[in-house]
């Protein structure tokens, strides 16, 4: 009460006597500032072991002052920051000497910050000043949020066996609260831009910074603290992918800032990973293969239906070939033994390529059916058109993708997994050669592109007759060569199929040339089936294959 009692008091009368002398506080703080230094340095001096807790009370108090003189010399409404920096000296020392009424009191000293600072924030939000950083409102949330990083950082180490059980409780809230204070800061200074559009890469760019010096403190201070707070980066990159006040992630400054919160990102991730559990590093990973996906994406599409916006398929087919280029480089990190592949096999193995599969798998079923593959200004040529190049680098990417994670210690025992995969591979390829045929007639015969005029077109019906045979054909000789019986039945079955179509759908369309050309070319190709691909013989490890 002595030490850190007469400061204060002092402090509070002063404000009130001098309150409209200019810099009236700032001159009081520093002179205790060199007041209390000059104490601590005689009581030094004099080499007393019973006073070197006096000591380092004295140049506390000095730091602190110090440090309170840079907002007092800009405004003069000084309580909270004051209070903030009184609580983490209150603290410090109630620790040091086991007091625990000294150790409530510098708790409740930053609660009470907060509530003087926000009592008083409709007054202080009213004034405008020139400078950013530079200016009261920023300094004064800066001290608040070293007070309680100050605090958090102290109560981290050894405490009293009476304070252990809160030591994580009381630690942690203090560090968020610094945080909180220091973004708040932060996004309190990026809104003084009159244009809105421009805060998201600015709240982008306060992030990717905190994060790094989260970072760099944690690594210093040996504080896991700072360095899970700093492994957050990834799930708030997130968030702001998704924000739509842009029209496209470069814009506004977002050419620069997102290589830099991606650099950011993946280098906390680098020095801090081992702070979070396995799980928790195998999602954060895995997120990052989905941002950078949905990020290119994004932009790539942008730039195509800018450049090019007569022809939707170059911007819809960013959406798949982004993701598909990414999913084939997770693929084939199983090579590498560099970081991040090695030590994380199941984030871009597993986990990552699942969830680019699922998005790749949904985005060939909507584009099959919606998309007819305009590449305007050049003509549709099938398979070198964007929709299709895109398809296909899709399912190539699928196929090289399960067949790495097929390779991975656990997966490889899954053969019910793995079968399933490969018949979604399965099914998504067959419905792009039934797209891409379908588009051709649309572009070349003028059939319009939808599932009434395909039900309805004869020499659709016949086109997807004799595609189906020959993707049937081609299925059976395949598993043939490769005594596959599986992949042999899978192409009967689509044989049988082609069969009940003839005779349910095409036999109905009596007295058409394609009618007539679609039994001729089933008959020939199931003799073709027939003498080159028989069932292949029984094998021991057929689902190896």
């Known amino acids: 009460a002595l030490v850190f009692g007469a400061p204060t008091v002092t402090m509070g009368l ?41 000591v380092e009370s004295f140049i506390a108090l000095s730091l602190a002052f110090a440090t309170l003189a840079i907002p007092l010399a800009l405004e003069d409404r000084w309580t909270g920051a004051a209070w903030a920096l009184e609580g983490a000296a209150v603290l410090w020392i109630g620790l040091r000497q086991e007091r625990r009424l000294a150790v409530l009191a510098g708790i409740v000293l930053q609660l009470a910050a907060a509530v003087a600072y926000f009592d008083d924030a409709p007054v202080r939000h009213r004034e405008h000043t020139r400078w950013i950083i530079a200016n009261e409102h920023f300094i004064s949330e800066w001290l608040l949020s070293l007070g309680a990083m100050i605090s958090a950082a102290r109560v981290r180490l050894k405490v009293p066996a009476w304070f252990t059980q809160l030591q994580p409780l009381v630690g942690g809230g203090l560090f968020l609260l610094g945080l909180a204070w220091w973004l708040h800061a932060g996004a ?180 099959d059916l919606l998309a007819d593959g305009s590449a305007a200004p050049l003509p549709y040529v099938p398979l070198l058109n964007p929709i299709d190049l895109a398809q296909a680098t899709a399912i190539v990417a699928l196929g090289l993708a399960a067949a790495a994670a097929a390779r991975q210690r656990g997966f490889d025992r899954r053969d019910d997994l793995r079968s399933a995969v490969r018949v979604v591979i399965g099914l998504q390829a067959f419905a792009w050669l039934n797209a891409m045929m379908l588009r051709f007639l649309h572009h070349y015969t003028g059939m319009a592109y939808d599932l009434n005029a395909v039900v309805n077109s004869t020499l659709a019906q016949t086109c997807l007759t004799i595609l189906w045979t020959l993707i049937a054909l081609a299925l059976m000789v395949w598993a043939n060569r490769g005594a596959r019986r599986v992949g042999w039945i899978a192409g009967a079955a689509l044989l049988g199929v082609v069969i009940l179509k003839l005779f349910t759908v095409d036999l109905s369309r009596t007295g058409t040339l394609p009618r007539i050309v679609s039994f001729l070319g089933v008959g020939a190709l199931m003799l073709v089936i027939g003498f080159f691909s028989p069932l292949p013989p029984r094998a021991t490890h057929e689902e190896s294959q």
Not at 23 to 37: D, G, I
């Open 14 to 54: 002063q404000a009130g006597m001098l309150h409209n002398v200019p810099y009236a506080l700032a001159c009081t703080a520093l002179s205790l500032s060199a007041f209390y230094l000059l104490l601590a340095w005689m009581l030094t001096r004099a080499r007393r072991a019973p006073v070197r807790l006096l």
């Open 188 to 367: 309190t200074q990026i809104m003084r831009d009159d244009v809105p559009s421009h805060w998201t890469h600015d709240w982008l760019a306060l992030s990717a910074g905190s994060a790094i010096a989260l970072s760099v403190l944690g690594a210093r201070l040996l504080w896991n603290a700072p360095r899970r707070a700093a492994l957050a980066l990834f799930p708030v990159l997130a968030v702001f992918a998704f924000e739509a006040s842009h029209p496209h992630p470069l814009a506004y400054g977002g050419w620069w800032i997102w290589p830099l919160a991606f650099a950011a990102a993946y280098w906390t991730l680098h020095r801090d990973e081992s702070s979070a559990n396995r799980g928790i590093r195998t999602w954060l990973h895995a997120l990052g293969l989905w941002l950078l996906s949905a990020v290119g994406a994004d932009e790539l599409g942008w730039q195509m239906s800018r450049w090019l916006p007569d022809g939707p398929a170059w911007s819809q087919g960013a959406w798949g070939l982004i993701p598909a280029a990414v999913l084939l480089s997770a693929a084939m990190s199983g090579r590498t033994q560099r970081w991040p592949f090695a030590s994380e096999r199941t984030a871009y193995l597993q986990l990552g390529p699942v969830g680019l599969g699922l998005f790749l798998t949904v985005w060939g079923a909507v584009f």
